[in-house]
């Protein structure tokens, strides 16, 4: 019965006019966002980050939940229509929503990813609310031994799920890791890594390193590969799907809620990793597999309720542990490291309020995405004609004034403006930005957490192999980079990712 009171709570929090306005703010940009493709929620929610410091920290992390998840719905819309993937993990949705929409049937289509969708939105809160507590309750009784064995875990999950070369990816950690060493030593007050400059002396600022790396970066590859949309429906009809169409999709928006749900709770897994994997057993069970990519409705179904369930689970284990799973999570415990709230465990005892606030926000959000989006279509085709090279001024200028709002300092620009570089440069040496933004923001806690676990040992390292948790932990990591080291494995990762 305490599961009851506490989404009783959430839910007189999340039904806050205050708290309702910013989720529907939320969801709305997140729409907005997943429709006009090249501007991504990772970019959008950077770019948001200094806008959270004037905010109650509830309302801040609601809005920028529902960005996040907004974003999944607004992808399929691009996808459907366009046959451009607004979010990375609609691009799945492009090879049958498409071709629905070729054969006049888009409406089905938007209808079905909008329902596939808000019925594993629905199905993915419930599992949070269940799955967060117990999960809280076990990492309540972790030591500073087995929070740093379970950083070295998730690093090493997220670098072997990270597209392209696995060494690039180890790379990419290990930059992020000593970019958050730059700064004042805690113990000593030694200052390392700030080359004699005053303005590095409290580090590198996170929201400077995420406008740089998402913000800037996606503009510049953005302006590179744009070119023009063929908008093939220019309106949208009978967006109820037919009965036989329900009963098509809601075994495969079933198994994709259901492998989401999973996938999502992964380090490094989340929305884009489960709509593939969707797709693949969509395939793999149906009878007649040759119709995928011509238009059967499963392949929309699925991948759609895959996507909007990994999205959301992906908080479990950064609202129970504090161990971010993907990049957007690294931004959100940026944004409640912001709040001055620490990421852990305690935050369901020592702010409940937050913590089941922002669950129940979830099905706020998620029905006001389904009421106001397959309405809203109109207007959000008349978008996409939009050309991006009207959007990316305004939106350079906004990550400049947020960037120098933070301490009104215009060293942060032009920090922000190498980062940039870093990023574009990254891209384009296929080295994914996303395992430097999980290093840089977990290696503070990892270097906390061992200096700790070794003061609490007397200098003993091994600490970490004779306490059982953290022995387990470093064991599973270490099997991890073993078998993705293996040949065959290594291989099939490449022809997956590259599939």
Not at 183 to 193: A, I, P
Not at 291 to 300: D, L, P, S
Not at 467 to 479: E, M, R
Request: glycine share 12%; net charge neutral.
């Amino acid at each position: 019965m305490e599961i009851f009171a506490n989404l009783g709570l959430g839910l007189s929090v999340a039904l806050g006019i205050q708290n309702v306005l910013y989720c529907l703010f939320g969801v709305l940009l997140g729409t907005l966002i997943g429709v006009l493709p090249g501007i991504g929620p990772l970019a959008t929610i950077a770019m948001l980050l200094p806008v959270t410091f004037t905010l109650p920290p509830i309302s801040a992390l609601i809005m920028l939940a529902g960005i996040y998840y907004g974003a999944q719905y607004g992808g399929s819309t691009t996808a459907i229509l366009v046959n451009l993937p607004g979010e990375p993990s609609s691009v799945v949705t492009t090879l049958d929503g498409y071709q629905m929409a070729r054969r006049g049937r888009a409406g089905p289509a938007l209808g079905i990813a909008a329902l596939g969708s808000f019925f594993a939105g629905c199905v993915a809160t419930l599992v949070i609310a269940l799955a967060a507590p117990p999960l809280a309750e076990v990492a309540l009784k972790f030591g500073p031994a087995e929070y740093f064995s379970l950083m070295v875990l998730g690093l090493v999950s997220a670098t072997v799920l990270a597209h392209g070369s696995l060494l690039k990816a180890i790379a990419m950690v290990v930059l992020g890791l000593l970019l958050g060493l730059v700064g004042t030593d805690v113990n000593s007050g030694v200052q390392r890594f700030t080359f004699g400059l005053p303005e590095l002396s409290d580090g590198v600022g996170f929201v400077i390193v995420a406008m740089g790396m998402f913000g800037v970066a996606e503009i510049m590859m953005n302006l590179e590969h744009e070119g023009r949309r063929e908008i093939f429906v220019k309106r949208v009809t009978n967006l109820l799907p037919s009965r036989q169409d329900l009963k098509d999709a809601f075994p495969a928006s079933a198994r994709g809620t259901a492998i989401g749900s999973v996938l999502g709770i992964l380090p490094g897994g989340g929305a884009m990793l489960s709509s593939f994997a969707s797709y693949t057993i969509e395939k793999k069970v149906s009878r007649n597999p040759e119709t995928f990519g011509q238009g059967n409705i499963r392949g929309v179904a699925g991948p759609e309720s895959a996507n909007n369930a990994g999205a959301q689970t992906s908080f479990i284990p950064m609202l129970t542990l504090g161990i971010p799973g993907n990049p957007v999570m690294a931004l959100m415990i940026g944004a409640m490291m912001i709040q001055g709230i620490a990421p852990g465990p305690q935050v369901m005892t020592e702010r409940p309020d937050l913590f089941w606030g922002m669950i129940a926000s979830m099905w706020v959000g998620n029905l006001m995405l389904v009421i106001l989006n397959l309405p809203l279509i109109g207007l959000w085709i008349k978008l996409l004609t939009v050309p991006y090279r009207m959007l990316f001024p305004a939106i350079l200028l906004f990550c400049c004034v947020g960037v120098y709002s933070i301490n009104n300092s215009s060293f942060d620009v032009l920090v922000m403006a190498a980062f940039a570089v870093l990023g574009y440069v990254c891209v384009k040496l296929d080295c994914e930005p996303a395992p430097l933004i999980l290093g840089f923001i977990l290696g503070p806690l990892m270097e906390e957490n061992l200096r700790r676990a070794m003061l609490l040992s007397r200098g003993d390292p091994t600490t970490f192999v004779t306490k059982p948790i953290s022995a387990v932990l470093l064991a599973i990591a270490v099997a991890l980079l073993l078998v993705v080291i293996a040949p065959a494995v290594r291989k099939r990762r490449e022809e997956a990712f590259q599939e």
